[in-house]
């Protein structure tokens, strides 16, 4: 048998679950937030900024040094933190408040991830794949005035074997 | 002619003029909810291409910005009245000898009678 049961690591597995469950919003989840498209960037960025957009990306898994376990192999515990940026850019016409969108793109962010008619009362193993995951405090993306939204990020534990990050481990 | 008219005139003739600088683009100007459509247009711009910016809050993302100075014109450029900061859209090549792309305008850094200056990512 392969080392490698499966064909992408763990941490992979974990984002393309959470960016299979955010397309859900492009695919009318929500009639109060029809997300335009759901977008995993590449190098380059490869998208363009639209009203209603999500980009989802990652920033460096940290090792979780609590919740790694002893064996042969030892589990090696991660937390990994997704940025769900949420972009709003109305029209300059539109005259909905600008919070009003922040709110319900927000919530229906978070409903779609957490569904529990759909993922079950454990919507934060996110497939099986991670110990936990929670949503950290609503950042507002505004810095440079360009284009307005918010960042909503979630942090996922996860563990692997310590030397196959392709292997879950409960 | 006065100074203000100089400005107006200088900004289609000089500043945009496809013999120096300046390209044709395509705008796609935003149709809001109820509103008459508005056709897409071919306008002059000087383009400024890709000057990289990194997304703080995504780690190493990075994104690529565009300056485009177009005039601030009805038919051969953009009149700042117009302009819809919510899904105005241009197109152009992102890089010289590329095929156009269309790249939403994210921001208005300036604008005067003659021209407007836009920042599309």
């Known amino acids: ?12 597995r974990i984002a393309c679950e959470l960016f299979d469950r955010l397309q859900l919003l492009a695919a009318q989840y929500s009639v109060y937030t029809p997300v335009s498209e759901v977008i995993r960037p590449t190098r380059m960025g490869g998208y363009t900024p639209k009203h209603l957009q ?13 919740l790694g376990c002893p064996g042969n192999p030892p589990a090696t515990a991660f937390n990994l933190l997704f940025n ?14 600008v919070d009003e969108i922040i709110n319900t793109f927000d919530a229906d962010v978070i409903r779609v991830v957490t569904d529990a008619s759909i993922y ?33 990020p979630l ?15 409960a | 002619m006065t100074l203000h008219d ?11 003029s496809t013999d120096d600088f300046a390209e044709v683009i395509t705008y ?8 008459a459509a508005r056709d897409p247009r071919s306008i002059k711009a000087v383009v400024f291409r890709e000057q990289i910016q990194v997304l703080t809050q995504d780690g190493d993302t990075v994104a690529p910005v565009w300056q485009i ?30 095929p156009a792309e269309t790249r939403t305008i994210t921001q208005l850094i300036g604008q005067d009678h003659g021209m407007l200056i836009l920042e599309c990512r």
């Open chain 2, 69 to 98: 100075h177009v005039a601030n014109h009805a038919t051969l450029g953009i009149t700042s009245e117009e302009l819809d900061l919510g899904g105005d859209q241009l197109e152009f090549p992102p890089r010289d000898g590329k």
């Open chain 2, 28 to 35: 796609y100007p935003h149709r809001y909810y109820g509103e």
């Open chain 1, 1 to 12: 048998m392969s080392l490698v049961a499966a064909a992408r690591p763990v941490s992979e």
């Open chain 1, 155 to 169: 942090l996922v534990t996860y563990r692997t074997d310590e030397n196959n990050p392709y292997n879950v481990r």
């Open chain 1, 54 to 66: 999500v980009v989802l990306t990652q920033n460096d898994p940290e090792v979780n040094d609590e």
């Open chain 1, 84 to 97: 769900i940026r949420c972009h709003v850019m109305p029209s300059e016409r539109d005259t909905t408040v």
């Open chain 1, 120 to 152: 079950g009362e454990m919507w934060y193993t996110l497939g099986g794949f991670a110990v936990n995951a929670e949503f950290q405090t609503r950042e507002s993306i505004d810095a440079d005035g360009s284009f307005v939204g918010f960042n909503l």
């Open chain 2, 6 to 16: 100089l400005i107006a005139a200088d900004a289609v003739t000089v500043f945009t």
